[in-house]
């Protein structure tokens, strides 16, 4: 080890000693190794627009590479965010570089910056909801025609464009994760009660409008007696009481979805269930994200 790797180490248990990561005295307490060859951060590869089939506008996809990705050949796991979220999984993977975060891939997804909100809520509206007949009475509103892009966009996250970055990327093929917020975390509940064998684990924060959920995943139980998928569900407090998002249902969503999951007991569902308090529909997004790739990914 380098004069500078044990300063650095040195340095590093004063920090973790100092917020309670080590506690003095534990002389078998874990201590992260610094590498040399190890960067301190990973590495934004740069963003590339893919039309899906059938789609009248194209994603922006941005794929997110561990520190360690460039040192040896091991495969990695992989999350998929929407939403083109990568900013707020990459706060979550803080501390990836010394060992105190997982080492994942990620690929986020989504529209790119430049696109109204206007047009950026079209899009996400089409691409996370399924057919409008599926939706129920709180979606009566809305024109058939700006739903229903759900099936497709499954389709296109990973039967199109994971193989194509599985070509690139030495992803592990048998630990994909999926993590989406509000509308993502509505589409997450729909990919998990028709094909949950997308994505071995899900992060699902946030999602609205419980019945159409309750109503795919019983017919998913009528037709299936396991549900094999590692899940993270969750919602903020202040989303219960807030005028609006109490009127999307989804302090109701969250909670209702929890009770008939463990109630169902799927052999092969691990669940979590968090309400974060006092968070409301947006602080609690990082939160969210930040606890379910601890719990999705911990040892």
């Known amino acids: 080890m380098t004069k500078t790797s044990r300063v650095c ?3 590093m248990i004063v920090v973790l000693a100092l917020h309670g990561g080590l506690a003095f005295g534990q002389e078998d307490a874990p201590v992260p190794e610094l590498r040399d060859d190890i960067s301190s951060r990973g590495f934004e590869e740069p963003p590339r627009m893919v039309r899906a089939k059938g789609w009248e506008w194209e994603h922006e996809v941005r794929v997110w590479l561990p520190s360690g990705y460039k040192v040896g050949d091991q495969t990695y796991p992989t999350l998929w965010v ?6 707020l999984i990459q706060g979550a993977l803080t501390g990836e570089s010394f060992g105190m975060a997982p080492q994942i891939i990620v690929v986020a997804v ?8 206007a047009e950026f809520q079209r899009r996400r509206s089409y691409d996370f909801i399924p057919d409008k007949s599926l939706m129920g009475p709180m979606f009566e509103p809305l024109p058939a025609e700006s739903l229903g892009g759900a099936p497709g966009f499954l389709d296109f996250l990973v039967n199109q464009l994971r193989p194509m970055l599985a070509a690139e990327y030495r992803m592990d093929p048998d630990d994909h994760g999926y993590a989406g917020h509000s509308g993502g975390g509505q589409f997450g509940l729909y990919t998990l009660f028709t094909k949950p064998e997308s994505f071995s684990k899900y992060i699902i924060s946030s999602p609205a409008a419980y019945q ?13 007696k396991d549900l094999k998928a590692r899940v993270f569900l969750s919602a903020g407090e202040a989303e219960i009481y807030h005028p609006v998002w109490s009127g999307a249902q989804i302090g109701s969503t969250v909670t209702l979805m929890a009770e008939r999951l463990a109630s169902r007991r799927y052999p092969s569902l691990e669940l979590k269930v968090k309400i974060f308090p006092d968070e409301d529909h947006l602080t609690v997004m990082p939160i969210a994200y930040t606890r379910g790739v ?4 911990s040892e």
Not at 82 to 87: A, F, G, H, M
């Open 82 to 87: 929407t939403d083109n979220s990568l900013e």
């Open 110 to 117: 989504g529209a790119p910056s430049g696109v109204s909100m």
């Open 212 to 224: 159409p959920w309750l109503d795919m995943e019983e017919t998913w139980h009528r037709r299936n």
């Open 9 to 11: 180490r040195l340095f």
């Open 294 to 297: 601890r719990y999705l990914w």
